[in-house]
């Protein structure tokens, strides 16, 4: 079979292999088109972390020149992240193991009343931490349906519901199942006319755009270091302190009290980000993060932006040339999207297609329901219905790209699925 294909990228500008901060490690033959799941890690995360091993001792805890090191290099890494986000004066940088746990951190911060509202396509981390109560909105067929949708879902709740209660509105940035863009700064807008507060999940969004809480006029935002380049183990909750401030700390423990006497509940605990960091922080995850931030705060990311979606446009491009493959989307095919395409293969079970990929391809794709079952079975519904096939299988696959991709990965895939038809 022929494949049109777009024509051939221009190489991304970079430095050598091993000095580009951007450059991402990997191992020759392997082909990773899994970036969704977690990223490869960049240069600038190992090497951050090489130089700091040697000084490697905690952080604030101890005296010595070692751990002084230590504390400066945590603390200037949660500005980095910070500022890497657009975070404003008083917002809050909270350290946390991904993004379901910065999630599951603000849903235990929230003001007793808040009702949470969400739609129902988002990824698991972002369903089911909320608080019973909470409102899921259906799966929106466009963007701009998505803000008629909120518009009304707030109206009405502060109509009918306790008009001052805190109300929080939860989105991610794009899909994990389908790559697609959700129109955030909008929906910033009317949660703001609605004076609701908003969350965005940006795990897949940050890795492939810049997202400024400031410009977007958003309050909180919740990433991931492993999907950002930097698999260290950090994550961050970026935003408003009043909240965080006020609630119990997520855990109970050394470092985040101010006072502690001696009767069992005499405790002051700390303000701050301390006060939901307790527990010796994963200092080597923090510094990678924050280096991947630098590194990609001080690249062209208009230029990285652009190469990602010429080459996400040529793995569609490909898909869409193949008779028995058909994609996964909530919005129109033309509608914004990162380097993320879910498709099925009629007639083949997704993880078998999946292992072959890996075993006779050495490509990594993701296979499943993607930690999104809601999106993802209501999307395989769609799929069968829009193409008319009856042979669709009940699960996925995932294809995902970012800063280490190339054509010629791409170009495998697709003609490793081209062999299947
Ligand atoms: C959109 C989205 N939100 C949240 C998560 C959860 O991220 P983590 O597993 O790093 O907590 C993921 C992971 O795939 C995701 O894609």
Known sequence: ???????????????????????????????????????????????????????????????????????????????????????????????????????????????????????????????????????????????????????????????????????????????????????VAELARVARRHAARIVVD?????????????????????????????????????????????????????GATGHVGAATHDVRWATGPARHEAGTPNLLGAVALAAVCAALGGADRDALHAREQRLLARLRTGLAALPHVVELRTFAPDAPRVGIVSFVVAGRDSAEVAAHLAGAHQIGVRDGLFCAHPLARRLLTEAAARSGRRDLPETALRASIGLGSTVAEVDRLVAALAELG
């Open 202 to 254: 940006a795990a897949q969004l940050a890795p492939h755009a810049p997202v400024d809480l400031t410009a977007l006029d958003v309050d909180y935002l919740a990433l991931s270091g492993h999907k950002l380049y930097a698999p260290f183990g950090a994550g961050v909750l970026v935003g408003r302190s009043d909240w965080l401030d006020a609630a119990p700390p997520y855990l109970a423990g050394g």
């Open 1 to 183: 079979m022929t494949l049109t294909l777009a024509p051939s990228l221009p190489a991304r500008p970079t430095r050598p292999v091993g000095t580009d901060p951007l450059g991402v490690l990997g191992v020759p033959g392997q082909i990773n088109l899994d970036y969704a799941a977690s990223a490869p890690c960049a240069r600038a995360a190992a090497d951050a972390v090489a130089e700091l091993l040697p000084w490697y001792a905690s952080v604030h805890r101890g005296a010595g020149a070692l751990s002084r090191r230590c504390t400066l290099a945590y603390e200037r890494a949660r500005q980095t992240v910070g500022d890497f986000v657009g975070a404003r004066a008083g917002d809050h940088v909270i350290f946390t193991r991904n993004t379901t746990d910065a999630l599951n951190l603000l849903a235990r911060a929230l003001p007793a009343g808040t009702t949470v509202v969400t739609f129902a396509g988002e990824h698991h981390a972002n369903l089911l931490p909320w608080p019973r109560g909470s409102v899921r909105l259906p799966v929106p067929e466009s963007p701009a349906g998505a803000v008629r949708a909120l518009d009304a879902a707030l109206g009405e709740l502060r109509r009918d519901a306790r008009p001052g209660l805190p109300v929080l509105v939860a989105v991610a940035g794009a899909s994990n199942v389908t790559g697609e863009r959700w129109p």
